[in-house]
């Protein structure tokens, strides 16, 4: 597959598991371009890449959060580009009492999680079915398989991305368009979010991974055309397995202590 000209398009490319989706694209010499919020040094990241790789890069700052913004940036990658790797890993998560959520905080996640994947992902599907072949991986989280206290909101927004890319990968089955879905538990993206980890305890520890490992594995992965990526598979079959009434409390127990922590 000759993609000398087209690009791969990385949402939330600034850090932790975008940017090392970034980097291994680098590495497997697909040009890309980078998509984060103003701000976070993307204009270094992309010269950076550039320059190492030997690859074509861009970059396009834009908060997400905004259905504008969403429908200015596709329409630019369209006009501009021909894409034949579309990763949706820009979300937000969030740990609070819903009664002490602000509608904004609420929103924000609704609008990053759920409507910017599904808009960019519908703006940009006619161009990635103009390639040879064409990959979208979007990237969800264990917290799919369970709703959680004092999370509310995520989760029910990475279950909606899980069924989301399971109904669009059988509509495009037999298209030029693989889609994928991965449901990473958290990772070691800071010091910060690891002691954060640390302090729901084992099964927070159990679930907690590496990006750059989880990054490489899924691009494998992609171009194997597995519709669903276990990059977990201890914590998978353990949310699977699990009774709602049993994992539930489980994890609301473990977001409590970090809460409380």
Known sequence: ???????????????????????????????????SLPGQHLKDLSEELEETYRIKTHYYETDLSVNENVMKLTDWLNASFEIHILINNAGLGGTKKFVEATPDYINTILQVNVAATSLITHQLLPNLLKQPKAYILNVSSMAAFSPIGFKTVYPASKTFIHSFSRGLHEELKDTNVCVSVVNPGAMKTNTDVCRRIEKQGFLGRLTLLDPDKVAAYCIRQLFKKDSVIMVNPVSWLMMKILPIWIKLPLMTSAIKKEIEA
Request: hydrophobic share 45%.
């Open 1 to 35: 597959m000759d993609t000398k000209e087209s690009y791969a398009v990385v949402t939330g490319a600034s850090q932790g598991l975008g940017k090392a989706f970034a980097e291994n694209l680098a590495k497997n010499k697909i040009n890309i371009i980078l998509v």
